[in-house]
């Protein structure tokens, strides 16, 4: 059964990032003050997730800005990002603890080395058994061993030798914005925990007990949709299709990146790369079309080379930073002059 969502203590109120940002207006100038462009309907659903104390689920093809809205989100409501990037395998081990094993141990070695030398004082009170051996630190007085054991296990698993990953700080350091990156990549198996932990915000630690968020992160999930998640997954979360942005939108974009850019270079740049995403165009349909990071990059490249505007020749030379698929590229750069036509 899906876990129903909580709601927060009353008393927490006054703690929570949603009441730091008025609408989803305020939350749009915001983000651009941190250099993010979102459109109305993306500052909404964004504004609404932290509002709600519900999970961002954003879907849309590489390179159109999910990562770069958690980073800036957290800017803009002024709490620290800490980040998860999923990849094929990952568990919860990844995603909230580890025992520090190495040091375990040398805690470990230390207790018996210290433990085992002998004590000052007069020779029947020190230990009588044979040096050297690790039992004869750990053993103080016949019968004590099993305390004594237990006592030394107690210190191996407390905070000292926790190591705290991401969704176990996020809980812990909470308000903070938890961004589960491409979350596409991990199996159903790691979905299923990580519905649990946004379902309930908590996680018991077997050895410590449980860790209880003092409020909601803000959490952002992003996919590039590589296979489809959970139902039960999507359910639990806000949802939002990131499309590549219109012209004007990521000329403004790449004018944010780079404010010197002379205008004809941005707009042709933009243009090449809009061009290059539409079906039916003179290079036909691409394998990997360029996401925004692709024209930032590009136009990036062609501000360095100290170019003012693209032509064909450049275009060619400098076609692999926006184009990285063999096929694609010999397509595009066959087809360079009628993509370049304004
Ligand atoms: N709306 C936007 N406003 C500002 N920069 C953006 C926007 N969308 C994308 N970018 C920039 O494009 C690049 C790629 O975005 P990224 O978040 O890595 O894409 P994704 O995570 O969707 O693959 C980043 O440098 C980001 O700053
Ligand atoms: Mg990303």
């Not at 040091?103 to 020190?126: C, D, K, M, V």
């Not at 006592?151 to 909470?174: C, I, K, N, S």
Request: some cysteine.
């Amino acid at each position: 059964m899906e876990p129903t969502p909580q709601t927060e203590p009353a008393h927490l109120a006054g703690r929570r990032p949603s009441e730091t940002v008025a609408s989803p207006a305020d939350l749009g100038t915001r983000l651009e003050q941190t250099g993010y462009l979102a459109d109305g309907a993306l500052a909404t659903i964004a504004w609404l997730a932290v509002r709600m104390g519900r999970p961002l689920l954003l879907e849309g093809e590489p390179g159109t800005g999910k990562t770069a809205l958690a980073e800036s989100l957290g800017r803009a409501l002024d709490l620290p990002v800490l980040r998860l990037q999923c990849y094929e395998g990952i568990d919860a081990s990844q995603a909230l603890y580890d025992w520090d094993f190495p040091r375990q141990i040398l805690h470990l070695r230390a207790l018996e080395a210290t433990r085992a030398a002998p004590a000052p004082g007069p020779p029947e009170a020190r230990n009588s058994a044979a040096p050297g051996l690790p039992e004869a630190g750990l053993t103080t007085a016949p019968g004590s061993a099993g305390t004594d054991l237990a006592a030394v296990e107690d210190q191996l698993f407390t905070e000292r030798f926790l190591l705290a990953r991401p969704v176990l700080r996020a809980l812990r350091d909470a308000p903070v914005v938890l961004l589960v990156d491409e979350i596409d990549r991990a199996d159903d198996e790691f979905e299923a925990f990580l519905l649990e932990v946004l379902s309930t915000w908590q996680v018991s630690i077997p050895e410590l007990g449980t860790v209880r968020a003092p409020t909601p992160p803000v959490v952002v999930l992003t996919s590039n949709r590589t296979r489809d998640l959970h139902d039960a997954l999507k359910r639990r979360c806000l949802y939002h299709w990131i499309d590549h942005p219109g012209l004007e939108r990521e000329l403004q974009i790449v004018r944010r990146h780079l404010p010197h850019i002379p205008d004809l270079l941005a707009e042709q740049v933009v243009l090449a790369c809009q061009r290059l995403r539409e079906g039916h165009q003179p290079a036909g349909d691409l394998v990997k079309p360029p996401g925004v990071a692709e024209t930032i990059d590009w136009a990036r490249a062609l501000l360095e080379l100290g170019a003012v505007d693209l032509d064909v020749e450049t275009a060619a030379a400098t076609l692999g930073v926006a184009v990285k698929h063999r096929d694609d590229a010999e397509r595009v750069r066959a087809a360079l002059d009628r993509v370049l036509t304004r």
